[in-house]
C-alpha cells in the first residue's frame, strides 16, 4: 500500500529529529525526480543545476515544516515552494526575472505511477486544459497562466498591457470559472 505525501508529512512532523527519518528521505527520493528536471529547465550561464538543485532540496525541507496538513494537497504546495525557491535563485543569479516554462509539476510521475497511469493522467491533464481554454476569456487565461508561473500582479499587468487591478480582477473570474469546472 502507497502512502500519500500528506501522512508522510504528518508523520513526520511527530517526530524528534524529522530530517533523518526513513520517511523524509522517502519524500525526498518521491521530488528528486522533479527537482532535478526543473534544474535543468532553469539552468543557465549565472547558475547551474546543482545549485538550483540545492534550493529545489532546501524549498522542499521548508515545505515539509510549513505544510499545514488541514489544507489542500502536499504535492501543490510543495511544487509552488520549489518552484518559487529556484526561480528566485535563478533571477538572483542572472539579475532579472526568469518565467518558469510553463512547467506542470503533474507531468512528472512518481515512481509508484505505471506508464498507463501517466498517459491516462496526461489525457486528463489535457481535457481539462482545452476545457479551461473554452471557458476562460483571452485575457483571463493569459492572467492566468502567468498567475500559475508565479509572476505577481504587477509583472502580469506589464508583460500584458493591462493595470494591475485589471489582472487582479480577470485573475477573480478566472478561479471562480474554473472553481465551478473542477
Known amino acids: 500500500m502507497k502512502v500519500t505525501d500528506e501522512e508522510l508529512v504528518g508523520i513526520i512532523k511527530t517526530q524528534t529529529d524529522p530530517m533523518q527519518s526513513g520517511e523524509t528521505a522517502l519524500l ?6 522533479v527537482i532535478r528536471f526543473k534544474a535543468a529547465k532553469l539552468r543557465n ?4 543545476s546543482e545549485d538550483l538543485c540545492q534550493e529545489g532540496y532546501l524549498a522542499l525541507f ?10 489542500g494537497s502536499f504535492s501543490a504546495y510543495a511544487g509552488k515552494c520549489i518552484s518559487n525557491r529556484m ?36 489525457e486528463d491533464n489535457n481535457a ?32 500584458l498591457g493591462i493595470t494591475p487591478k485589471s489582472a487582479d480582477n480577470a485573475l477573480s ?10
Open 62 to 71: 521548508d515545505a515539509i515544516r510549513g505544510f499545514d496538513l488541514n489544507k
Open 128 to 159: 481539462i486544459t482545452e476545457k479551461m481554454l473554452t471557458s476562460l476569456s483571452e485575457l483571463e487565461y493569459n492572467v492566468f497562466r502567468r498567475y500559475l508561473d508565479g509572476y505577481s500582479y504587477k509583472q502580469t499587468a506589464e508583460v
Open 173 to 182: 473570474r478566472a478561479k471562480k470559472k474554473l472553481k465551478e469546472l473542477l
Open 45 to 48: 550561464k549565472s547558475i547551474d
Open 28 to 33: 525526498i527520493s518521491r521530488y528528486s525526480p
Open 87 to 122: 526561480i528566485s535563485a535563478a533571477v538572483k543569479a542572472r539579475g532579472e526575472f526568469v518565467k518558469d516554462d510553463d512547467f506542470d509539476f503533474t507531468t512528472v510521475p512518481d515512481s509508484g505511477t505505471s506508464t498507463d497511469d501517466y498517459l491516462i493522467t496526461k
